[in-house]
């Protein structure tokens, strides 16, 4: 059950549609051919706007119609209605193409453009936001695990392809299907982490933890702040933790529960070091700058974990999709201000949730060659 919401959109020439006998004109040739699907239209409402103009139809079970003119040539129709679990849509997806088609025709449009219906308010929300704000559509059949943490909303959910999903605050974050994610931010192949002390930030889905404890290093270290992240994961993502999660201590590994920033600077004190520090945390902001919140947060882990890596040490994270590389430029200029001069390299894999190309960083201090030269 769901509210739908059918998108319809035309370009015009905004010569066409400045005066008040071609908008008149325009909404009859738009009603009469809405009525070969939606029977029994009726104009109820219209008016003027300060950007052009807009009418209301409605039909016989509560559908609504608006019919929205721009001054600058463009027209949207909005087809709404709402939809039980068993009922047929009130227009098919064949016949929104078919209408886009022949209106695009008889408005002699420059470009048209219809979209399947937006189902909102059902039960099984299919709808996540990428970081850069665009909605990816999954097939989301059932929700498994749903609460709200003093730290975030969490949720689990089952995709048909993609199977049991980690969802943080409406943000896809991994995915039964997205091994090549946690291989890729950890160089599997390319890295050697046999007997190395190994530091992960965040992590709570558990899937880094269990990958690197198959390369037998020395000890790991995890720091997650949110148990009911690493409780709803050990009920529902066994096929990327393991068993992990079942345990916070072991001959090769502890989780801690708790701020990070509080035990990095506690291991500052102690002097302790590592071989490799994992940034698992919060993807590498969209903005227009690199100020606020996320980015002071950023620039204080860096630092951080600067402070707790052996000199040959790595700080191993995860950026954001090479669709935003402003973001990435900006992050970029951030390492090179770290009171560590430091270098970098950079990887993509296709992560199949996030449904795009993902970019990767590892960073070490530069060589003592490299700095006096």
């Not at 191993?316 to 992050?331: A, D, I, K």
């Amino acid at each position: 059950m769901s509210a739908n919401s059918v998108l319809l959109d035309f370009s015009l020439d905004p010569t066409r549609i400045s005066d008040e006998v071609s908008r008149k004109d325009i909404v009859k040739i738009c009603k009469e051919h809405l009525e070969k699907y939606l029977t029994g239209l009726k104009l109820i409402y219209d008016m003027l706007t300060d950007d052009g103009y807009l009418c209301i139809l409605n039909a016989p079970g509560a559908v609504v119609i608006t019919i929205r003119f721009f001054n600058q040539g463009l027209i949207t129709i909005n087809i709404e209605y709402y939809r039980a679990e068993c009922e047929e849509p009130k227009i098919s997806f064949e016949q929104i193409k078919l209408l886009e088609n022949v209106l695009r025709l008889t408005l002699e449009a420059k470009r048209s453009k219809h979209l399947p219906p937006i189902k909102r308010g059902s039960k099984v929300d299919v709808y996540l936001t990428s970081s850069d704000e665009r909605v990816i559509e999954y097939d989301i059949d059932k929700v498994l695990y749903d609460k709200r943490s003093d730290f975030q909303k969490i949720q689990i959910v089952h995709s048909k392809s993609l199977g049991n999903m980690l969802v943080l605050d409406e943000l896809q974050n991994i995915a039964e299907a997205d091994l090549i994610y946690t291989e890729t931010l950890m160089r599997r192949g390319v890295e050697d982490y046999k007997d190395k002390e190994i530091c992960i930030l965040g992590g709570g889905d558990g899937a880094l933890l269990y990958e690197l404890l198959k390369e037998k290093p020395k000890h790991v270290v995890m720091l997650e702040i949110d148990e009911l992240v690493m409780d709803a994961c050990n009920k529902y993502m066994n096929s990327i933790c393991g068993d992990v999660l079942e345990k916070r201590k072991s001959s090769n590994y502890e989780i801690i529960v708790g701020d990070c920033m509080v035990y990095l600077n506690k291991y500052i004190k102690e002097k302790r070091k590592f071989d490799y520090v994992f940034g698992d945390l919060t993807d590498i902001p969209i903005s227009d700058t690199p100020t606020g919140e996320i980015w002071d947060f950023i620039r204080t882990i860096l630092e951080a974990s600067f402070s707790v890596l052996k000199p040959t040490g790595k700080f191993m994270t995860h950026g954001n999709g090479v669709s935003c590389p402003e973001s990435l430029r900006m992050y970029e200029a951030q390492l090179a201000n770290l009171s560590s001069k430091v270098t970098f390299t950079k990887c993509t894999s296709f992560v199949p949730s996030f449904m795009e190309e993902w970019v990767f960083y590892q960073v070490q201090r530069e060589s003592p060659a490299a700095t006096e030269a």
